[in-house]
């Protein structure tokens, strides 16, 4: 009954024993000391220089303030879903050609996935934004960002699910041939449905990273979050507080992705274990 508790960070990693809790309570005391003189120092220089003066956070008590800041969440919010799927969309296309017995396919995934994992998000955005509408394509600012953003995920998003595929019992695959099931039906029901349980968790932290990409949408002059943000600190030249709010909102998405990536690893690892 107790192996059905144990999870992967069982197996990795052992408990610590006394003299190596005792070394990790140290280290934890001297770091939190660290980041307490750390914080200090900060907040110490934000007073010198000013930056904690009422000129630079009253706005904040506005609605207005946070009713822009809202719209500008709704976009990244728009840009992020909008990216997610076509990278899904995409990294499932490339996953098939990747296992694709049709050598043409599987080179054609190899060199894709390569070519989108080696290229920064940012090239691709800019070459959406200065190269393509020199082909006379004119393509509406969230196109110019979504686009990009899911290029350079789904190379990501095909090798994820691919894993999550090569982790299925090949004794399942038999089985089903031996009933004869044809590989088509045998990947759809039967295979896929568990891949994709097993990498729940790491889409969703690949989700984390579209919607940091997402900040890029600044270069494009689309509405997200932090060009609402730039906007704000042109008008009130208050860039610490404005950007510091924004950090604030983007850790709490970022944090809530991950909790619900844990949610799922932890579902997931139950129903493995069952």
């Known amino acids: 009954m107790s192996s059905s508790k144990n999870s992967v960070k069982d197996a990795l990693y052992e408990a610590p024993g006394p003299k190596t809790r005792k070394i990790i309570n140290i280290s934890t005391g001297l770091s939190l000391a660290a980041i307490a003189a750390l914080l200090y120092i900060i907040i110490k220089q934000f007073i ?12 904040f008590t506005r609605i207005t ?21 076509m990278a899904m969309a995409a990294g499932f296309f490339i996953m098939l050609c990747r296992i694709s017995k049709l050598k043409p396919l599987n080179y054609f995934a190899r060199a894709y996935t390569e070519f989108t994992r080696g290229v920064p998000t940012l090239l691709f ?8 509408p020199q082909f006379g394509l004119k393509l509406a600012a969230i196109w110019k960002i979504t686009i990009p953003v899911a290029i350079s995920a789904s190379g990501v998003v095909a090798e994820v699910l691919r894993t999550g595929v090569n982790a299925v019992p090949k004794g399942q695959r038999e089985a089903a041939l031996s009933l004869g099931m044809s590989d088509s039906l045998i990947f759809f029901k039967i295979i896929f449905p568990q891949a994709i349980r097993y990498v729940i968790p790491s889409l969703i932290a690949e989700l984390v990273i579209v919607v940091k990409d997402t900040t890029y949408a600044y270069v494009i002059n689309f509405p997200d979050l932090m060009q609402n943000a730039k906007v704000l600190i042109s008008n009130y030249d208050a860039m610490l507080s404005v950007y510091l709010v924004v950090a604030i909102i983007y850790i709490l998405i970022n944090y809530f992705l991950n909790k619900l990536a844990q949610y799922f690893n932890k579902k997931s690892m139950a129903s493995v274990n069952i």
Not at 125 to 132: M, Q, S, T
């Open 48 to 59: 010198i220089t000013g930056q904690l003066d009422a000129k630079y956070w009253s706005f």
């Open 65 to 85: 303030t946070w009713r822009f800041l809202g719209a500008g969440l709704l976009g990244t919010f728009e840009a992020a879903i909008i990216s997610g799927i």
């Open 125 to 132: 955005i800019y070459f959406f934004f200065l190269a393509v």
